[in-house]
Structure formats: C-alpha cells, structure tokens
C-alpha cells in the first residue's frame, strides 16, 4: 500500500472505535438517552470519530521520512530520538489512563460509565440516566441551581456505589472503552511532540511538514472547547476550568507543540524569536506575581493537588523544551 492508502486505514480505523464507543453508550443506557449523551459530548465523540482519524490522516501523508532516515543513520541522533519519543508518547499515555481511572474514582462518573448492575432493586446506569435528565429539566426551569443539581447527582452515584469508588470492579465496559480512546488521544499528542523533535534534531525546516503539523496543533487544540462544553453539560451546567486539569495538560502540550513549530518556521533567527517569546513570558509572569499575587496562589494550590500522573507530563514537557531549545539554537559544530 501507499502513503495515501495506508493513512486511510488509519484514519478509518481511528474512526470506527470512536463509533463503537457510540454504541457502547446507546447499549448502556437506552438508544434516546444514550443518543442525547453523545450529541452533547462532543469532546469525545466528534473528536474521537472526526478530528482525530483527519489529524492521523494529515500526519501520515506528511510525516517525514527522509528526515528520520537521516537522524536514524545518526548513532547519538537515533538515541536522542528514542529518548525523546518514548518520554512523549510514554508520559501521555500514562497520563490517559490515569486520568481515565481518576475521572472515574474521583469526579462524578456519568450514567454510561458505571457497571450495568441491579443495585437497590435498580438498573444503575438507566437509573442515573433518568435522574440527571430529571436535574437538567428542573436546571433549565430555574428551580435549581447547577451546583445544587449537581451535588444531588452525586448523591444518587455515592448511593448506588458509594463514596470510594473502585474503577476496575464498578466501572462499564464502556468506561474502559473510553479510557482506552482516552490513552490513544494522549498518545498521540505524544506522537506530534516527537514528530516536532524530529525535525529540531535534524534542524531540518521541512515546510510541508511544519505547516501539517501547524494545522494538526489548530485542528486538536479545538477539544479544548469541545471538551469544556461535554463538561459542562455532564455536569448540569456546572464547570470549573481551574480543577479540571486535562485542560491544563492540554494546553501545556499546545503550547509546547506552538512554540517549537514557531521556531521551526523562523528558522533563520531562531533566538531572537526564542529569547524575544521567553522574556516576554517571564516578563509577563512576574507582572502578575506583582499586581496579582492571588492568582499565582490560586495556581500554586491547584497545581499542588495534581496527581503524579498529570506532575509526569509537566515534567516531561519542561525537560524536553529545555534540552530541546538548547539543542536548536546551539551553534553548529
């Protein structure tokens, strides 16, 4: 098969486990609701079914080849790449199953997502389904608040299968169905951060490349939308960005993956453009130490209940830009 071929299979591969997730969901809890489930979660369904097989796509028919021969036929090169595309992908895929167990045992599981078991003489998940639809129609009614409608949610899961809950033993097969989605998504975060250390290891521009890879960062930085609307819509309307932190590894990855392409892309002066963006950076995170402190405290203390999952990543991303932009912009030998 040829490129062409091949990246169709992969993106129509990608695609079909994004639809059998659908009918996971429907065979959880009812065709009506489970259909009403995943028009309102986009940020799993149509990125899953429709975002990703295009990015998967996209990269296949780019991804550049003669670069990686090159940096292969390299012996300290071929190392450094290894090195650097095991940490990405490694670092993001723990990430998605860690965040896929957590999503589970520590915030509210939505009724797809529990184990189709007779608790108290009910159905759990369709029983779930029912009384967050139930919430949502008193929500949209004004006789309730979300973070009032959204405790009594919770309430009706501590109920059914309590307080500490147990991924492995209580969550639906659908659940795992999504986290295993969850890690592919991460892990192919993973994959452009390699792609992007590629080509700064070959100090190679490759314009068809960069600009594909351009496009990707574009077309997936989009969840981050898609995924606040799922959540707040599982949630009754109720949404904090600041404890929700796969938007802040997200973002991290998208910054990272902006900045190196950045680069990449002014190739001709690449410190002025790097000392020019990190000293506007620090600048700018030192004004608000000054004038805002409050917000550099809130930050802190969200970032000291990060699991060491989601600490992993950060590291990860941190020592990569660090080796990698010393790598860039020191002269050539």
């Not at 990246?7 to 809890?29: E, K, M, N, P, Y």
């Not at 009506?32 to 295009?54: N, Q, R, S, W, Y």
Request: charged share 15%; proline share 4%; hydrophobic share 55%.
């Amino acid at each position: 098969m040829n490129r062409k071929q091949v990246g169709a299979v992969f993106a129509v591969a990608t695609s079909a486990l994004g639809l059998i997730d659908l009918v996971l969901v429907c065979r959880q809890i009812g065709v009506e609701e489970g259909m009403t489930c995943v028009a309102h979660d986009p940020g799993k369904f149509f990125f899953h079914v429709v975002l990703l097989p295009i990015a998967v796509l996209a990269l296949t028919l780019s991804f550049p080849v003669g670069v990686l021969e090159r940096v292969w036929s390299d012996r300290r090169k071929r190392v450094a790449f290894v090195v650097v595309a095991t940490a990405s992908i490694a670092s993001a895929a723990i990430y998605g199953g860690a965040d896929a167990i957590h999503g589970f045992e520590r915030r509210t599981p939505w009724p797809p997502d529990v184990r189709r078991a007779i608790v108290d003489g009910v159905d759990a998940p369709t029983h779930l389904a029912r009384e967050r639809a139930r919430l949502r129609i008193e929500v949209r009614a004004n006789t309730k608040t979300p973070s009032t409608a959204l405790a009594e949610y919770k309430q009706r899961v501590e109920a059914l299968i309590g307080v500490e809950r147990d991924y492995w033993s209580q969550s639906s097969f659908r659940a795992k169905w999504a986290g295993g989605l969850t890690i592919l998504g991460s892990a192919f975060a993973g994959v452009i951060i390699a792609t992007i250390g590629l080509l700064v290891l070959a100090r190679s521009l490759e314009r068809e490349t960069v600009r594909a890879l351009s496009l990707i960062v574009m077309l997936l930085s989009t969840w981050l939308l898609f995924r606040g609307y799922s959540e707040w819509w599982g949630n009754l309307g109720e949404l904090s960005f600041v404890t929700y932190t796969p938007f802040v590894i997200v973002g991290i990855a998208i910054a990272v993956a902006t900045f190196f392409l950045w680069l990449l892309h002014e190739w001709k002066h690449p410190i002025a453009v790097a000392a020019g963006t990190l000293g506007a950076a620090v600048a700018f995170v030192a004004g608000i130490e000054k004038f805002k402190p409050e917000w550099v405290a809130a930050i802190a203390m969200a970032v000291s209940d990060y699991s060491w999952s989601e600490m992993l990543v950060i590291y990860t991303a941190l020592g990569l830009c660090s080796a990698g932009l010393v790598y860039l912009l020191w002269p050539d030998s």
